[in-house]
């Protein structure tokens, strides 16, 4: 698959890539773990990519704000940090201090200046960079302007550490030869690759050139590598890594649309990890929103796949017009569809046996998806969100479903809808809100079941707000779910589209 790259507000979410060298300009010092909260260093199946930047057990929620304003200037972006504790994440800035923070380039200690047009916090991610045992947030700029040069893009580290973000020990990523529009770290992601490192591996995705690989060693990030694919052209949003082999080495996803196909599907490249580091596999059918996780419990991190349009001649349900979402199962090969590597997916769209049924050509079901386990019962649940779905008569209100997992795969047994109207949530659907654009699951309170986290980045004409649902070993609540915006976090809120980017 050759890769060229195309802008995202998802992390998530490639590569021919540039001969041009990257620097990290970054700070002194590497902080021991303690012992007592020291976490694994290196992330390789989906249940090691924790988000624990203080390593006391508990989750932390990473919201990137690209839009938002800082020192008055527009789309400047910032990032804010929620903290876990046993009763989860605060959502507001009056919790104790410490529990929420607000990162921008006007931080002490973060590179750059904050300036219009930024996006800081377009794309975020956490991994454990340093092998220190603390998680590291990664930050992605990429209307950054090197100089003279426009949108040449940038990243930022800032480490963890026992009391949480170091900002005395941060980092940026840029090209020594900036190219205009390339829009470096518009995706980003972390995880352990391959063996012999310090910690996890950085990757990276541009618009010009796709692919980048960094590794933290002697205080620095160094590229290591650009590995390169055949097959269909990709123009590249998205990413996702798990172990779908069960190798003991993470591997990559990264999707997006293919002009081969006129950008009517999805396309996936996968990268295996391993000893030598990534390397391309195949192509896989689907790919818009990725989320990774064990769904079946076999020990195989399994993948799942977003289809927004709902068109791909592999399904069953080819013409759904409110979206698919694909799911291949890890195994020895990695992850294969139905009839085993290199085939389709299990397809399912809003018509399969068991959900809701009746979609429309908007809903873009599956343009998020995350993969936790919501109840307990030990296998990874998939959620599934559908921002353009109807609710009662609101175009565009946006909806959530949760599917579940079990030792037979994904299944709609248990499954659960819901929408701002549902009984227990706060707020009303209206036409436009978009609820359900962004969607993570996520343990915060260390209960073992992964809450969820669903935005609608346009909210409130375009302000954005978050909501948090509880989970229990029956599936998610509405009762006790609460909202929030960027302001109850000490954040600008205006024109912010608040949740646009969430750290999976």
Same mark, same amino acid.
């Given at each position: 698959?050759?890769?060229?790259?195309?802008?995202?507000?998802?992390?998530?979410?490639?590569?021919a890539v540039?001969?041009?060298?990257?620097?990290?300009?970054?700070?002194?010092?590497?902080?021991?773990?303690?012992?007592?909260?020291?976490?694994?260093?290196?992330?390789?199946?989906?249940?090691?990519?924790?988000?624990?930047?203080?390593?006391?057990?508990?989750?932390?929620?990473?919201?990137?704000?690209?839009?938002?304003?800082v020192?008055?200037?527009?789309?400047?972006?910032?990032?804010?940090?929620q903290?876990?504790?046993p009763?989860?994440?605060?959502?507001?800035?009056?919790v104790?201090?410490?529990?929420?923070?607000?990162?921008?380039?006007?931080?002490?200690?973060?590179?750059?200046?904050?300036?219009t047009?930024?996006?800081?916090?377009?794309?975020?991610a956490?991994?454990?960079?340093?092998?220190?045992?603390?998680?590291?947030?990664?930050?992605?700029?990429?209307?950054e302007?090197?100089?003279?040069?426009e949108?040449?893009?940038?990243?930022?580290?800032?480490?963890?550490?026992?009391?949480?973000?170091?900002?005395e020990?941060?980092?940026?990523?840029?090209?020594?030869?900036?190219v205009a529009?390339?829009?470096?770290?518009?995706?980003?992601?972390?995880?352990?690759?391959?063996?012999?490192?310090?910690?996890?591996q950085?990757?990276?995705?541009?618009q010009?050139?796709?692919?980048?690989?960094?590794?933290?060693?002697?205080?620095?990030?160094?590229?290591?590598g650009?590995p390169?694919?055949?097959?269909?052209?990709?123009?590249?949003?998205?990413?996702?890594?798990?172990?779908?082999d069960s190798?003991?080495?993470?591997?990559?996803?990264?999707?997006?649309?293919?002009?081969?196909?006129?950008?009517?599907?999805?396309?996936?490249?996968?990268?295996?990890?391993?000893a030598?580091?990534l390397?391309?596999?195949?192509?896989?059918?689907?790919?818009?929103?990725?989320?990774?996780?064990?769904?079946?419990?076999?020990?195989?991190?399994?993948?799942?796949?977003?289809?927004?349009?709902?068109?791909?001649?592999?399904?069953?349900d080819?013409?759904?017009?409110?979206?698919?979402?694909?799911?291949?199962y890890?195994?020895?090969?990695?992850?294969?569809?139905?009839?085993?590597?290199?085939?389709?997916?299990?397809?399912?769209?809003?018509?399969?046996?068991?959900?809701? $049924?009746?979609?429309g &050509?908007? =809903?873009?079901? @599956?343009?998020? !998806?995350?993969?936790? %386990?919501? #109840? /307990? *019962?030990?296998? +990874?649940?998939?959620?599934?969100?559908?921002?353009?779905?109807?609710?009662?008569?609101?175009?565009g209100?946006?909806?959530?479903?949760?599917l579940?997992?079990?030792?037979?795969?994904?299944?709609?047994?248990?499954?659960?809808h819901?929408?701002?109207?549902?009984?227990?949530?706060? $707020?009303?659907?209206? &036409?436009? =809100?978009?609820? @359900?654009?962004? !969607?993570?699951?996520? %343990?915060? #309170? /260390? *209960?073992?079941? +992964?809450?969820l986290?669903?935005?609608?980045?346009?909210?409130?004409?375009?302000?954005?707000?978050?909501?948090?649902?509880?989970?229990?070993?029956d599936?998610?609540?509405?009762?006790?779910?609460?909202?929030?915006?960027?302001?109850?976090?000490?954040?600008?809120a205006h024109?912010?589209?608040?949740?646009s &980017?969430? =750290?999976?």
């Amino acid at each position: 698959m050759s890769i060229t790259t195309r802008t995202t507000r998802r992390t998530a979410g490639s590569a021919a890539v540039a001969a041009a060298s990257f620097l990290l300009l970054a700070g002194a010092g590497i902080l021991a773990a303690p012992t007592a909260f020291a976490g694994v260093p290196g992330g390789t199946a989906a249940v090691d990519r924790n988000s624990d930047f203080d390593g006391d057990g508990y989750n932390d929620l990473l919201t990137g704000v690209p839009d938002g304003t800082v020192d008055g200037k527009e789309g400047a972006g910032y990032v804010t940090v929620q903290y876990g504790a046993p009763n989860g994440v605060g959502t507001n800035n009056t919790v104790p201090k410490g529990e929420v923070q607000l990162v921008s380039q006007s931080t002490k200690g973060v590179p750059g200046t904050s300036e219009t047009g930024d996006h800081f916090g377009q794309a975020v991610a956490t991994g454990d960079l340093d092998g220190d045992s603390y998680d590291d947030v990664v930050i992605g700029t990429p209307g950054e302007d090197e100089g003279t040069v426009e949108d040449a893009g940038r990243v930022t580290v800032v480490h963890g550490s026992a009391k949480g973000l170091d900002f005395e020990r941060t980092g940026t990523v840029a090209a020594t030869t900036p190219v205009a529009g390339a829009r470096f770290g518009h995706a980003v992601a972390a995880a352990r690759f391959t063996g012999d490192i310090d910690g996890d591996q950085l990757v990276v995705l541009d618009q010009k050139t796709g692919l980048h690989v960094f590794t933290y060693h002697a205080g620095l990030l160094r590229q290591v590598g650009t590995p390169r694919s055949t097959g269909h052209t990709l123009q590249a949003a998205y990413l996702t890594t798990g172990d779908y082999d069960s190798d003991g080495f993470a591997d990559l996803v990264v999707s997006g649309y293919s002009p081969d196909d006129d950008y009517t599907k999805g396309w996936s490249a996968l990268y295996a990890g391993g000893a030598e580091g990534l390397s391309y596999q195949r192509d896989l059918h689907g790919g818009l929103g990725t989320a990774s996780g064990d769904i079946n419990g076999d020990g195989h991190d399994d993948l799942v796949v977003g289809q927004r349009s709902g068109v791909d001649e592999t399904a069953g349900d080819a013409d759904a017009p409110g979206g698919l979402v694909g799911v291949y199962y890890g195994g020895g090969d990695g992850p294969a569809g139905t009839e085993g590597p290199g085939t389709a997916p299990q397809w399912w769209s809003q018509n399969s046996p068991g959900l809701l $049924g009746s979609p429309g &050509a908007h =809903d873009s079901w @599956g343009s998020d !998806v995350s993969v936790a %386990d919501v #109840d /307990g *019962d030990g296998y +990874a649940d998939l959620a599934v969100g559908g921002p353009g779905e109807d609710a009662d008569g609101e175009q565009g209100a946006g909806a959530v479903s949760l599917l579940r997992g079990s030792r037979e795969g994904l299944t709609a047994t248990g499954f659960q809808h819901f929408d701002q109207n549902t009984r227990g949530i706060p $707020g009303a659907a209206e &036409a436009g =809100d978009g609820w @359900g654009a962004q !969607v993570r699951l996520i %343990d915060t #309170d /260390g *209960d073992g079941r +992964a809450e969820l986290v669903a935005a609608a980045p346009d909210e409130n004409a375009g302000d954005g707000a978050v909501w948090l649902l509880p989970a229990s070993g029956d599936g998610l609540l509405a009762d006790g779910s609460r909202s929030y915006n960027a302001a109850a976090l000490g954040g600008s809120a205006h024109g912010a589209h608040f949740g646009s &980017a969430i =750290d999976e």
